[in-house]
């Protein structure tokens, strides 16, 4: 890949370790002669990634999510950096950062281009997320009666405290808490996981990639919440259905040149597992 020559950091400074380790890494990006700005700010203000080679985001998934949508717009590849918990999208330790950061600077990395959702609730109100959109009563402990279209065919009725809408880079999020199937990064689809649904048999649907799926409201005298990545919400009106799609943008990802996605998935998970020698399996 193409050595790195202009890079932003965005440090959460609530993630133990994050500011130290930001200026540790952006020290040694000037050390490189990279051209550098740090913010501890996120969501990103608009325009903060234009003209940047790389964002190196240090925390948790949640600081990552609150990037994307500014790195997909630009087209910034990120470099997350894990000092939150789980790190499924923060895929680089501190470790790690700190042992390979001159060879990502130099190009030694590959990219992974991730799915993003797009939402649509009405003229003017739309936005994306990496990991899901969820559509739920505002009202937390309401029920919501929802009616899924696919393209213009009807998929059923859901009487349940919402529906989750994930791409595969989220199966492993909200999608997996809420008994949904984990779906691997590369495949074109989406999601669709009831929270506790009332009819037994409701269980997750993947749909393909250039489905159109339409969420009509059927439940009297309440309103709906839209959330996007659980950062931020989407107003709904009474009558309007809520659209979503895969979007035609992309997430670019910064992944080590070894990186397993399976690797990921049993650490993070704790599965079981471990690769085997075959020549000495021969013998």
Partial sequence: MKPIRKIAFVVNEEKHGAPELGEELAAAARGHGLKVKTTSDFPLKKGYLRGMDACCVIGGDGTLLGVAREAAHFQVPIIGVNRGSLGFLTTFSADEARAHFVELLGGKYRIARRSLLECCTGPGSHDLALNDVLVKNEVNSRLVQLEVYADDELVTNYTCDGLIFSTPTGSTAYNLSA??????????????????????????????????????????????????????????????PIEITISKLQLPLVQAVTYSHFSVVRTKLKWSGALHDESKTRT
């Avoid at 009819?199 to 009297?220: H, Q």
């Avoid at 309103?223 to 996007?228: G, T």
């Fill in 179 to 240: 008994g949904g199937p984990l779906v691997h990064p590369d495949a074109a689809v989406i999601a669709m996981t009831p929270i506790c649904p009332h009819t037994l048999s409701n269980r997750s649907i993947i749909f393909r990639d250039r489905v159109c799926l339409r969420v009509f409201n059927r439940s009297n005298h309440s309103r709906l919440l839209v959330a996007m990545d659980g950062q931020r919400d989407l107003k709904v009106g009474i009558d309007s």
